[in-house]
């Protein structure tokens, strides 16, 4: 072998060494920018998931903090020293009526009454509230 050949051998083994090597930076730069989009993929569907059951929560947190309020009608028996106040004291809600002087309005209003007086022994429609929470 002459020099030309050994220099030829030469530059063809380095050619190959860079070669192999820029092949496996390559391989390298492709595994890390892989690995990089799985773990943005990942980061997003992380994301996705929280946001969800976040939203989730929200809106039934939002359904079940709705106070409903039903309005019902009861029959009571005027009991010794009762009057429209202690009444109205007893069954008037405060989220519905402005005044127990409104309460009482309309509990005379329903029961035809005119003034204050109301007499042991009879009968009162009176109005109250139930309330629950729904969704």
Known sequence: MNGND?????????????SERRILHNRLRRQR??????QMFLATLCLIAVCSF???VFRSNAKNDVD????YYKSITIMKH???WSIAEQ???DA???SI?????????????????????????VPYYVSSTGG
Not at 33 to 38: A, S
Not at 68 to 71: L, R
Not at 103 to 123: K, L
């Open 82 to 84: 009762d009057t429209l």
């Open 33 to 38: 920018e892989m690995r990089k989009h799985l």
């Open 101 to 125: 002087q409104d309460y009482i309005a309309e509990v005379r209003q329903m029961n035809s009454i005119s003034g204050d007086s109301i007499r042991y022994g009879e009968y009162l429609i």
């Open 6 to 18: 050994r220099r030829a051998d030469r530059h063809r083994y380095t050619d190959d060494q860079r």
């Open 91 to 93: 069954y008037m809600d």
């Open 96 to 98: 519905h009526y402005d």
């Open 68 to 71: 409903v309020s039903d309005k």
């Open 54 to 56: 976040t939203l989730s």
